[in-house]
């Protein structure tokens, strides 16, 4: 059974960093596409930034410069490192995960999804 789990989500001032963590289990994590997405109150879930197993990334337009996603393959983690952060990066971000090979930012695109972790940036 696929299970993520986020963490270090919180609350940041404005221009503040934060780097949110999701582990990953019950798959095989060298052949999978993975990716970070936020959903904010009255507002569509979208896509941040996403990674292939092989290192190949694609980020947002509004996180390009900011944000860098990253993954450890011998701890089967996904990670967010997020900088620079604006008021409207406010959100619950989500990990989700998919066996295939394409890399994407939409949502339908990834079959497995964590909890969620809440990051909320303060002007």
């Known amino acids: 059974q696929v299970q993520l789990v986020e963490s270090g989500g919180g609350s940041v001032q404005a221009g503040g960093s934060l780097r949110l963590s999701c582990a990953a289990s019950?798959?095989?994590?060298?052949?999978?596409?993975m990716g970070w997405f936020r959903q904010a109150p009255g507002k569509e879930r979208e896509g941040v930034a996403a990674?292939?197993?092989?290192?190949?990334?694609t980020y947002a337009d509004s996180v390009k410069g900011r944000f860098t996603i990253s993954q450890d393959n011998a701890k089967n983690t996904l990670y967010l490192q997020m900088n620079s952060l604006k008021p409207e990066d406010t959100a619950m971000y989500y990990c989700?995960?998919?066996?295939?090979?394409?890399?994407?930012?939409?949502?339908?695109?990834?079959?497995?999804w964590g909890q969620g972790t809440q990051v909320t940036v303060s002007s």
């Open positions: 019950g798959y095989r994590y060298s052949t999978s596409c």
């Open positions: 989700a995960a998919d066996l295939g090979w394409s890399l994407s930012l939409g949502p339908d695109a990834y079959t497995y």
């Open positions: 990674i292939r197993s092989d290192g190949i990334t």
